[in-house]
């Protein structure tokens, strides 16, 4: 049975996973991480230094190594990258240990949030909306597979989408603890 003594937070790039996470984790007096940050403090460099000299598969690889140890943390809020899900085993970390959120939001949201970000390496091509709704495709369905909850980012103020997300997490913690003891 999980125990939901973790949230971690899912979804495309812009949807808001490390604003709201640094949010939860203050309301929850819990630890924050962002598994990107976690990945350029341990190697020293940035992401799109680390996408230009191994590409993606070389990022996946570091993010999994980082995602395991992140996932074997207890009473923690953690942001993952938008790509976390693509491989099985971050997408069976992440539910194996914590209560995960997907956090959606619209490619035209997105495309608004991240339009004079440049520390983005999927999105430095001609055209950032096409690339973005081939994302949104492609993940979408890990996203869902993945999910206990899930809220959209986009049309509701960053405190809404946090309090929703508290409430269904204690929610769960409490059917939980019930389970546990009945």
């Known amino acids: 049975m999980k125990k939901a ?7 495309l790039m812009g949807a808001g996973k490390t604003t709201i996470g640094r949010q939860l984790a203050k309301s929850l007096k819990m630890p ?7 990945i350029e403090d341990q190697t020293g460099v940035t992401i799109p230094t680390i996408f230009e ?9 570091r993010e999994q190594s980082v995602i395991e140890q992140l996932t074997g943390l207890n009473g923690i809020v953690l942001a993952t990258g938008g790509g976390a899900i693509i491989k099985e085993r971050n997408r069976e970390a992440l539910q194996r240990h914590g209560f995960v959120v997907y956090l959606r ?10 339009r004079r970000d440049n520390k983005r390496p999927l999105l ?9 709704e081939a994302l949104y495709a ?3 369905p890990l996203y869902l597979s993945c999910a206990d909850y899930q809220i959209d980012t986009g049309i509701m103020p960053s405190k809404i989408v946090v ?10 913690h409490r059917k939980n603890n019930e389970r546990a003891t009945g």
């Open 124 to 132: 430095n091509t001609a055209n950032p909306r096409e690339r973005l």
């Open 105 to 114: 939001c619209s490619v035209d949201k997105i495309l608004q949030r991240t």
């Open 5 to 11: 003594k973790n949230i971690y937070l899912i979804g």
């Open 163 to 172: 309090k929703k997300i508290l409430q269904e997490f204690r929610a769960q």
């Open 138 to 140: 492609e993940r979408e």
């Open 53 to 61: 000299y191994e590409g993606e598969e070389g990022f996946r690889c």
């Open 32 to 38: 924050f991480y962002d598994s990107d940050k976690a």
